[in-house]
């Protein structure tokens, strides 16, 4: 941010960037409905697709209310006016690869953003994350990082992407996803007070395979088709 650049505070938001903790569950009537039918086992994965969409504006349309924006005025076919420019640079990290479902709806939201990706899968025989790929570069972090994952379960995988934006240096992160099990929200949010956490639907449990109950099945597998029949 340049030295002497006029910052607008967003109103009732917090008036700098600093570290904050919190758990956020996104109230409304549009993301209960489109929950619901997320949930729903016949809901065909072209329609899956379309409400992970939606679901990932929503929430983005709330995780991005305190961003700092500086005034930018513009000229109408009318005449001049005054307006407003978000400012810093956005970081939109998805957790491959359920998190690419969500990068476009982000994007739209914030075509400025940069996306970096990391890359983790579950062991299923030890419910541990494994990372495998990112390519974050070794200097100048972002300002802002929002991680997008669909489903926030034991909560390992968040947590190692967390250690990993830590570990780069980002000041503000976010961790969108749209469906959480308490333990998993709970864990994440005892080792990174920091960040600030938005979902959808939290759910009570994990079963015995570490799944989220009554959750949505595998996202991954329901964005991308690729079921086991």
Known sequence: MASGTAVEKPTGQPTTMKRQCGVIQVQHPLVKHHVTRLRNKDTRPSEFRNLVRRLSALMAYEATKDLLVKPHAVETPLTDAEGSQVIGRIGLVPILRAGLGMVDPVLDLLPMAEVWHLGLYRD?????????????????????????????????????????????????????????????????????PEAQIYVCQIDPELNDRKFIVPGLGDAGDRIFNTVAN
């Open 124 to 192: 299923e025989d030890t419910a541990q994350p494994v990372h495998y790929y990112d390519k974050l570069p070794a200097k100048r972090p972002v300002d802002v990082a929002l991680i997008v994952d669909p489903m926030l379960a034991t909560g390992g995988s968040v947590a190692a992407a967390l250690m990993t934006l830590r570990d780069w240096g980002v000041p503000q992160v976010k961790v969108l996803s749209l469906i959480a099990a308490q333990e998993g929200v709970d864990m994440v949010a005892a080792e990174f």
